[in-house]
């Protein structure tokens, strides 16, 4: 299993980024995939995460302003981040969790967002 993430850079408050993560080696059906990140000094947070039918979860602190999206036909699943805030500063990771194992997760490599004012 290979998880590739790509689309993380500098923005703008205000503006908007878009990250994109692609899996290999997985059967779609199977896997939630989402997006975390960890800011400096901080703990590694949930950002948003969506199972196979296309059910979303939200950190309340990017609710209404960001929105993930999957495509099953690609394994491929995205963050649209828009209004972005200082806050939303941090290194982002793809992740997939197995429905039926738990203990089944696997993390991209992360990229960096920077929000500059």
């Known amino acids: 299993v290979q998880l590739q993430a790509s689309g993380g850079g500098l923005g703008q408050a205000g503006g908007s980024l878009r990250l994109s993560c692609a899996a290999s080696?997985?059967?779609?059906?199977?896997?939630?995939m989402g997006w975390y990140r960890q800011a400096p000094g901080k703990q590694r947070e949930l950002v948003a995460s969506?199972?196979?039918?296309?059910?979303?979860n939200y950190a309340s602190s990017v609710k209404d302003r960001f929105t993930i999206i999957r495509d099953n036909a690609k394994n491929t699943v995205y963050l649209q981040m828009n209004s972005l805030e200082l806050e939303d500063t941090a290194v982002y990771y793809c992740?997939?969790?197995?429905?039926?194992?738990?203990?089944?997760?696997?993390w991209g490599q992360g990229t960096l967002v920077t929000v500059s004012s």
């Open positions: 992740n997939i969790r197995n429905r039926y194992i738990n203990s089944r997760v696997y």
């Open positions: 080696g997985i059967t779609s059906s199977s896997w939630i």
């Open positions: 969506i199972n196979f039918i296309g059910a979303a």
